[in-house]
């Protein structure tokens, strides 16, 4: 015997239809009243349920997209630069300090946590205020 003879030893068993006439009597099997007993849709769809539970935001994308950026601390660029070089988001790149997000160049925003003696020009950079004065005191520039 293979797969392609296999046959069914039963039937499938066909479905009642109730309240056709015939023998099934004044209610057709299905008790008195309620939801149940009604024709149409029996129970409510569990999907419409969790549509409803879900909160409803006003106006076309509701949702806040991320914004790229990356911090840096003073105390980093201290560590892993020179006197005089220039700092924008592609050099942080090819340094290590800061890497690619989803293939593009992440903004990049200067934090004044550490000190800094170097004096280093700033480019394409956003700045917190401690940070901004601790580079104007150690007399680097930003462009």
Do not use: W
Request: glycine residues 12%; contains cysteine; positive net charge.
């Amino acid at each position: 015997m293979q797969i392609h003879e296999l046959q069914r030893k039963h039937k499938n068993k066909g479905k009642k239809r109730v309240g056709r006439g015939g023998k099934k009597g004044t209610y057709s099997g299905k008790g008195n009243k309620g939801q149940k007993s009604r024709a149409g849709r029996k129970m409510v769809p569990i999907i419409r349920e969790l549509i409803k539970r879900y909160p409803k935001l006003k106006g076309y994308r509701a949702f806040v997209l991320p914004k790229n950026i990356v911090v840096v601390n003073l105390e980093v660029l201290e560590k892993n630069t020179k006197d005089g070089e220039t700092i924008n988001p592609e050099n942080l790149i090819k340094k290590g300090i800061i890497s690619n997000i989803k293939g593009k160049t992440p903004k990049v925003k200067i934090l004044g946590t550490g000190k800094i003696t170097k004096k280093l020009v700033f480019e394409n950079c956003k700045f917190s205020k401690s940070a901004k004065e601790a580079v104007e005191k150690s007399g680097g520039s930003i462009k």
